[in-house]
T-cell receptor, first 111, second 112 residues
C-alpha cells in the first residue's frame, strides 16, 4: 500500500487551463503539505494543513488553492495555468512533528 | 536569513568507494532530514536527526548531526549503483510545523 499517493503522475496542459492534483495519505497523519520542486531541483513548501485547517501559506499566488475535504486528503487546484507553473509538485504528510513522508510527485508541464 | 548549504552539488564515484555529502545550516536546527530522490519515485525518507552528536545508520548509509546542531553529514560506505540519485537535506528550524527548508541537492552517480 502506498502511504502518500497523488494523482496524476504526469499532467500536460495548455496555458490558461485549470487543473487539479489529488493527494491521499493512509498513514493517519494529521498534517498534510504541498511542496513544489522547480527545474533546478529546489524544493519549497507551498502549503500545510492540519486537520483540514490551513497552517502554512508561503506567499503562493491566489491561482493555487488547496482543498482538504478531510484530514486524509489534500488536493491542489490551479487556475489559469502559466508557463512558470511547470514543476514537480509533491504532496507530503506527517504526524505532529515526526517524520514527513512524501508522495511520488506530479510532473506538471504547461505548454 | 536562514540558509542551508549542501555540498558537493554533484559527485561521481567508482562502485565500492566511500563518499560523504555535507549539509550546513546558518542557524541551529530543530531537526535535519535526509531524503533520496530517484527520477519518478518521489522522495524516499532516509533518516532524521534531532539531537546534537546524534548518529544513525541504515544499511551502508550513516548520517551524523554535529554537537552544535548546525552541520550534518551523510556517509555511504562501499557505494553501489543502487545508491545513485539525488540526495536532499531538509532543515526544520521551527519544530512541529513540518516546514522543511531544503538544500539544493547532491546528484550522485556510481560507476560500475
Amino acid at each position: 500500500d502506498t502511504a502518500v499517493s497523488q494523482t496524476p503522475k504526469y499532467l500536460v496542459t495548455q496555458m490558461g487551463n485549470d487543473k487539479s492534483i489529488k493527494c491521499e495519505q493512509n498513514l493517519g497523519h494529521d498534517t498534510m503539505y504541498w511542496y513544489k520542486q522547480d527545474s533546478k531541483k529546489f524544493l519549497k513548501i507551498m502549503f500545510s494543513y492540519n486537520n483540514k485547517e490551513l497552517i502554512i501559506n508561503e506567499t503562493v499566488p491566489n491561482r493555487f488553492s488547496p482543498k482538504s475535504p478531510d484530514k486524509a486528503h489534500l488536493n491542489l487546484h490551479i487556475n489559469s495555468l502559466e508557463l512558470g507553473d511547470s514543476a514537480v509538485y509533491f504532496c507530503a504528510s506527517s504526524q505532529a512533528g515526526t517524520t514527513i513522508f512524501f508522495g511520488s510527485g506530479t510532473q506538471l508541464s504547461v505548454l | 536569513s536562514q540558509e542551508l548549504e549542501q555540498s558537493p552539488q554533484s559527485l561521481i564515484v567508482q562502485e565500492g568507494k566511500n563518499l560523504t555529502i555535507n549539509c550546513t545550516s546558518s542557524k541551529t536546527l530543530y531537526g535535519l532530514y535526509w531524503y533520496k530522490q530517484k527520477y519518478g519515485e518521489g522522495l524516499i525518507f532516509l533518516m532524521m536527526l534531532q539531537k546534537g552528536g546524534e548518529e544513525k545508520s541504515h544499511e551502508k548509509i550513516t548520517a551524523k548531526l554535529d554537537e552544535k546542531k548546525q552541520q550534518s553529514s551523510l556517509h555511504i560506505t562501499a557505494s553501489q549503483p543502487s545508491h545513485a540519485g539525488i540526495y536532499l537535506c531538509g532543515a526544520d528550524w521551527s519544530g512541529n510545523t513540518g516546514k522543511l527548508i531544503f538544500g539544493q541537492g547532491t546528484t550522485l552517480q556510481v560507476k560500475p
